[in-house]
């Protein structure tokens, strides 16, 4: 795991998943999260409190960043935001000069890397492309799933990459959804 090459953080991917397997609904929408959360969740307040920067694919980024295109989670967390792209914005592109998003082309690896280096906490994965990338290379040191109460039909599935096990380390039911915290079985 990545955390063997870096000692002061983990690589997690914290996603709200419906009871089918969305992460967002058709065209990304997001609204289906609305009401979900219906109180306190000691879990996420837990992962906030410990998260130090964000590794985001660029499509997740057009959709999850805050409505002034600054943060993530509506707001909640802010700090280095690391998005994947193939195409660095330059001068006079979209995206450039952006306070917050640092893009990047660099390989997934070194990008996480660099994300725990500068956090000294724990990194996020925001997106299921990332996530699946880091999960088919092994660099993922848990995964933190809300599933929520609701069933979207279709959108965008939580993750279609290799066949992955997982060891259970808490399940829990609060603020509405179940809070699953697993972590990736090393591949032999």
């Not at 956090?119 to 848990?142: F, M």
């Not at 599933?147 to 060891?167: H, I, K, Q, S, Y």
Request: proline share 5%; aromatic share 8%.
């Amino acid at each position: 795991m990545l955390n063997h090459m870096v000692e002061r953080g983990r690589v997690v991917w914290q996603v709200t998943t419906s009871l089918d397997g969305f992460i967002s609904g058709p065209d990304d929408d997001m609204d289906w999260m609305a009401g979900v959360f219906t109180g306190p969740n000691p879990v996420v307040e837990a992962f906030l409190a410990n998260l130090g920067a964000c590794v985001v694919g660029r499509r997740t980024w057009g959709v999850g960043a805050s409505e002034d295109g600054t943060a993530l989670y509506g707001g909640a967390w802010h700090g280095p935001t690391y998005v994947l792209t193939h195409h660095v914005p330059r001068a006079g592109d979209p995206g450039y000069g952006d306070p917050v998003a640092r893009y990047t082309d660099e390989p997934l690896a070194q990008v996480l890397a660099t994300a725990i280096e500068a956090a000294g906490k724990d990194v996020n994965l925001v997106g299921a492309s990332v996530a699946t990338q880091c999960l088919d290379a092994g660099l993922v040191d848990e995964i933190v799933l809300h599933v929520a109460p609701v069933m979207l039909g279709r959108g965008t599935r939580l993750f279609e990459g290799a066949f992955v096990r997982f060891d259970w380390t808490a399940a829990d039911l609060a603020g509405g959804v179940v809070n699953l915290r697993l972590r990736p079985r090393a591949v032999a």
